[in-house]
T-cell receptor, first 112, second 111 residues
Framework: EPEVTQTPSHQVTQMGQEVILRCVPI?????FYWYRQILGQKVEFLVS????????KSEIFDDQFSVERPDGSNFTLKIRSTKLEDSAMYFCAIRTTSYEQYFGPGTRLTVT | GENVEQHPSTLSVQEGDSAVIKCTYSDSASNYFPWYKQELGKGPQLIID?????GEKKDQRIAVTLNKTAKHFSLHITETQPEDSAVYFC??????????FGTGTRLTIIP
């Protein structure tokens, strides 16, 4: 099973601040995803990223969100101006060549 | 877009008994159906999946069945053990990209 790490494990930020969540796949992958899970709710798709471009995004992924792969290994999710409702677990996932998606342990984002 | 419904939301079974979780999906073009197990404070863990060209798949105590005509799929766990206690999510994929998740089932195994 491919391994995915995420940092930080927990991020507390004030409303209006910018946050960057990081994902580091251990091995080489081409497809990356961000999902979020509000406490007690289902996992929701945010964005998919392939070949250094966004390939699909949900209506949640508005102009406050951006993704990039700055150095060929890290995959980041930036929230430019956090809102209270951005508080959630954020999961990075990678897709294998057989289309399976494997999730990282998540970052708990708390916006106060 | 795709919509996935999952039942039941909670399920308690005696250790050693079987557990069944059911999901329905809305788009007949969906082609891939994974199941994830999520333990407290952790990310979803892929436990089994099935593709639309297969009706059933089994891996030790876990099996998944797919009925394309009815657009539903089920997870079966036999001989349940305490470590099976977790939240289970079904999902469906339309195309090659995003997964649409169900609302989850909290499974509790009673020793």
């Amino acid at each position: 099973e491919p391994e995915v790490t995420q940092t930080p494990s927990h991020q507390v930020t004030q409303m209006g601040q910018e946050v960057i969540l990081r994902c580091v796949p251990i091995s080489n992958h081409l497809y990356f995803y961000w999902y979020r899970q509000i406490l007690g709710q289902k996992v929701e798709f945010l964005v998919s990223f392939y070949n250094n471009e966004i390939s699909e995004k949900s209506e949640i992924f508005d102009d406050q969100f951006s993704v990039e792969r700055p150095d060929g290994s890290n995959f980041t999710l930036k929230i430019r101006s956090t809102k209270l409702e951005d508080s959630a677990m954020y999961f990075c996932a990678i897709r294998t060549t057989s289309y399976e998606q494997y999730f990282g342990p998540g970052t708990r984002l708390t916006v106060t | 877009g795709e919509n996935v419904e999952q039942h039941p939301s909670t399920l308690s079974v005696q250790e050693g008994d079987s557990a069944v979780i059911k999901c329905t999906y809305s788009d007949s073009a969906s082609n891939y159906f994974p199941w994830y197990k999520q333990e407290l404070g952790k990310g979803p863990q892929l436990i089994i999946d099935i593709r639309s060209n297969v009706g059933e798949k089994k891996d030790q105590r876990i099996a998944v069945t797919l009925n394309k005509t009815a657009k539903h799929f089920s997870l079966h766990i036999t001989e349940t053990q305490p470590e099976d206690s977790a939240v289970y999510f079904c999902a469906a994929r339309l195309g090659n990209e995003k997964l649409t998740f169900g609302t989850g089932t909290r499974l509790t195994i009673i020793p």
